[in-house]
């Protein structure tokens, strides 16, 4: 058995199925090829079934991303579209598939008892047949084939064998074994794995996946226990989003591998250093906020300020620390550039993050560089990372933000004056009284933009400390008759919705960008303006 374990992300598609983390297709591009600098083994791209939308995302991810290898790479990832076991889905998944250099068709059918009965509403004898069927059926495409018995963690280990080894009969090269539902523990979930290695014929020559959810948090304590019984592939989401709790997250399994690698014996291809610049691109993207004490990649799990462990850190970094920053790519690094630094120093430090900005994005960075440059003494990679996420990754403006006032304190109404540039090129001014400058704010967009939505979710923190600090605010909107996307599992349509994000030194203007990037995001979704217009935004986002 090889002590290689491939690195399966789902941030994509099981990531994306989380409520609230819908991402447009220019994000989900730009997520897949920073998933391949990584080093991700596979990329689940999405569930090309689900719309026309999603199928055309997967296949751009399946030219773009699958067809060339990231810098310092051999090989391009895997692109994989996840598909019900259905000839439809499958020719879905395959049409958008196809593209990529090295395609995967992931097909699922369930096989616990209580999903076959209520969901499937098919006894078993059948679902063996149809699962071998859909298995043969995708490999008259693709010679690389997943099969997954879904619930697969409340199914009875000897009719799991069964299906497994029709499916392996049938052409499947990967046999992911999911706990759908978060159920196992992970004692209960290693002997799954071990017994499905012993009893399922055919298994040897194939490789053994385990997708763990995190409903009673031990989705990455079980997802180890199957790599400890023999299991080669895990699917993991970054940020660990995903269904209900969420998925296994990619940063605490590969890091596990990585800090105790004496107790595994195991290795990844993941480049760990890129894995904080992932994680907040995907946050940013989603509107989905990493808690503060989050394993790896949360705001604390490197910050050591109570007074005992600062006097340790001193002494030796090792008395309370079990990994280095840097390896995640935490740099504490503050950049000695200001008003006066030039243009290729920025372009290099950028590269050495990993943003490779082509000129017209470089000049759009530094001119934000040097507009802070002027507001704030010592400019940090995080705030370079906080203007890339805000002035690069931003899909086309459909408005756009000219000049924003704001009035408020104790005296009198909190007013905004804000003006916007329309999709005509016009200016707009709206005035608007809130509770508060930010509903003041919010306000006065409504009357220009005039897209009736709900916000879910606000919030705002310090890129980094001091009080010259910029803002960071991320928001998340539903639109009022707003699209649905398709839940490949529940079979379910759930409306989607749209994430923004703004950053600025001023807590009310970032706050208004993040509200308008957001708006944006759900105009070009709906087609709330001009055909053309539209075009022109898809083309450009
Ligand atoms: O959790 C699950 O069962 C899944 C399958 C589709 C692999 O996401
Ligand atoms: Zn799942």
Same mark, same amino acid.
């Given at each position: 058995m090889t002590n290689y374990v491939?690195?399966?992300?789902?941030?994509?598609?099981?990531?994306?199925?989380?409520?609230? #983390?819908?991402?447009?297709? &220019?994000?989900?591009?730009?997520? *897949?090829? $920073?998933?391949? +600098?990584?080093?991700?083994? /596979? =990329?689940?791209?999405?569930?090309?079934?689900?719309?026309?939308?999603?199928?055309? #995302?997967?296949?751009?991810? &399946?030219?773009?991303?699958?067809? *060339?290898? $990231?810098?310092? +790479?051999?090989?391009?990832? /895997? =692109?994989?579209?996840?598909?019900?076991?259905?000839?439809?889905?499958?020719?879905? #998944?395959?049409e958008a598939v196809r593209h990529a250099k090295r395609p995967r068709i992931h097909t699922f059918l369930a096989t616990s008892p209580i999903h076959m009965k209520y969901k499937l509403k098919m006894d078993p004898e059948?679902?063996?047949?149809?699962?071998?069927?859909?298995?043969?059926?995708?490999?008259?495409?693709?010679?690389?084939?997943?099969?997954?018995?879904?619930?697969?963690?409340?199914?009875?280990?000897?009719?799991?064998?069964?299906?497994?080894?029709?499916?392996?009969?049938?052409?499947?090269?990967?046999?992911n074994i999911p706990d759908t539902v978060g159920y196992t523990t992970p004692d209960e979930f290693g002997k799954l794995i071990e017994g499905i290695i012993k009893n399922t014929p055919g298994i040897e020559k194939r490789i053994v996946s385990v997708h763990c959810h995190d409903d009673l948090g031990m989705a990455t304590a079980n997802t180890l226990a199957g790599i400890r019984a023999g299991a080669r592939q895990a699917e993991v989401t970054i940020n660990g989003i995903g269904e209900r709790a969420g998925n296994t997250s990619l940063e605490e399994v590969v890091m596990s591998l990585h800090t105790r690698k004496p107790v595994f014996g195991l290795e990844s291809g993941i480049d760990t250093t890129q894995?904080?610049?992932?994680?907040?691109?995907?946050?940013?993207?989603?509107?989905?906020?990493?808690?503060?004490?989050?394993?790896?990649?949360?705001?604390?799990?490197?910050?050591?300020?109570?007074?005992?462990?600062?006097?340790?850190?001193?002494?030796?970094?090792?008395?309370?620390?079990i990994m280095r920053p840097e390896t995640v790519g935490v740099?504490?690094?503050?950049?000695?550039?200001?008003?006066?630094?030039?243009?290729?120093?920025?372009?290099?430090?950028?590269?050495?993050?990993?943003?490779?900005?082509n000129e017209a994005e470089l000049d759009k960075a530094f001119e934000r560089f040097k507009n802070l440059a002027d507001k704030k003494k010592t400019i940090t990679d995080a705030d370079l990372e906080a203007i890339i996420s805000d002035e690069i990754y931003q899909p086309r403006e459909v408005f756009a933000l000219e000049e924003m006032q704001v009035v408020c304190g104790t005296l009198g109404m909190p007013t905004a004056t804000v003006r916007l540039r329309g999709p005509d090129g016009k200016?707009?001014?709206?005035?608007?009284?809130?509770?508060?400058?930010?509903?003041?704010?919010?306000?006065?967009?409504?009357?220009?933009?005039?897209?009736?939505?709900?916000?879910?979710?606000?919030v705002i923190h310090a890129v980094t400390e001091g009080i010259d600090a910029l803002g960071e605010v991320t928001v998340r909107i539903e639109g009022a008759n707003g699209s649905h996307t398709l839940d490949a599992q529940k079979e379910t349509e759930t409306p989607r919705t749209f994430g923004g994000h703004g950053a600025d030194t001023d807590i009310i203007v970032a706050s208004a960008k993040a509200y308008l990037s957001a708006l944006n995001k759900l105009l070009v979704a709906s087609g709330d303006y001009g055909e053309a217009e539209k075009a022109a935004a898809v083309e450009a986002m």
């Open positions: 491939r690195i399966f992300d789902t941030t994509l598609r099981d990531g994306e199925q989380s409520p609230g #983390a819908t991402m447009t297709s &220019a994000e989900k591009l730009e997520v *897949a090829r $920073a998933l391949s +600098r990584l080093g991700v083994d /596979i =990329i689940e791209a999405g569930f090309a079934a689900a719309s026309p939308d999603d199928l055309e #995302a997967v296949k751009r991810i &399946a030219i773009d991303v699958g067809g *060339a290898p $990231a810098p310092g +790479r051999d090989q391009p990832p /895997i =692109i994989c579209s996840l598909a019900r076991a259905n000839k439809v889905d499958i020719d879905k #998944a395959w059948q679902v063996i047949e149809r699962a071998a069927e859909m298995v043969a059926y995708a490999k008259s495409f693709c010679d690389d084939v997943e099969f997954s018995p879904e619930d697969a963690g409340r199914s009875e280990p000897e009719f799991l064998y069964v299906v497994l080894a029709e499916a392996i009969k049938a052409g499947a090269t990967t046999l894995i904080m610049r992932v994680s907040k691109l995907v946050s940013n993207y989603t509107g989905m906020v990493v808690q503060p004490n989050k394993a790896i990649v949360g705001a604390n799990a490197f910050a050591h300020e109570a007074g005992i462990h600062q006097d340790g850190m001193l002494k030796h970094h090792q008395t309370y620390e740099t504490q690094t503050r950049l000695v550039l200001g008003k006066h630094s030039g243009r290729h120093a920025l372009k290099k430090r950028l590269a050495e993050l990993g943003y490779m900005l200016s707009v001014v709206r005035a608007a009284m809130g509770t508060g400058p930010v509903d003041a704010t919010y306000k006065a967009i409504d009357e220009i933009v005039g897209v009736s939505n709900t916000l879910l979710e606000f």
